[in-house]
Nanobody, 121 residues
């Protein structure tokens, strides 16, 4: 079973930066889609950024130009670099991937446990 562990969250002042990491607990045969979501209190979970296996990225309008999603293939780590943070970026951030962990396994969706990001004004 694959587990995803997020790290890098914390408390930062407005205008600051954080880099979130999502590390897989085991090697993965193939990853087709990677994404970061966030959920603020009382709000629905929303897609922040995504990255396909072909390198195509997509960002929520609210984070375009400030956030960057990337991947380290060798380490099976997905990153979210967040610059110019705003108080409205405060949320729990979740890593999400679609992958075949083994060549004989079907493609499945996996979620991390979430990491808290708090931006103070």
């Amino acid at each position: 079973q694959l587990q995803l562990v997020e790290s890098g969250g914390g408390l930062v002042q407005a205008g600051g930066s954080l880099r979130l990491s999502c590390t897989a607990s085991t090697s993965i045969f193939s990853i087709s889609f990677m994404a970061w979501y966030r959920q603020a209190p009382g709000e629905q979970r929303e897609l922040v950024a995504s990255l396909t296996s072909g390198g195509v990225t997509n960002y929520a309008d609210s984070v375009k130009g400030r956030f960057t999603i990337s991947r380290d293939n060798a380490k099976n780590v997905v990153y979210l670099l967040m610059n110019s943070l705003k108080p409205e970026d405060t949320a729990v951030y979740y890593c999400n991937i679609e992958a075949r962990v083994r060549s004989s396994w079907p493609r499945m969706e996996y979620w991390g446990q979430g990491t808290q990001v708090t931006v103070s004004s």
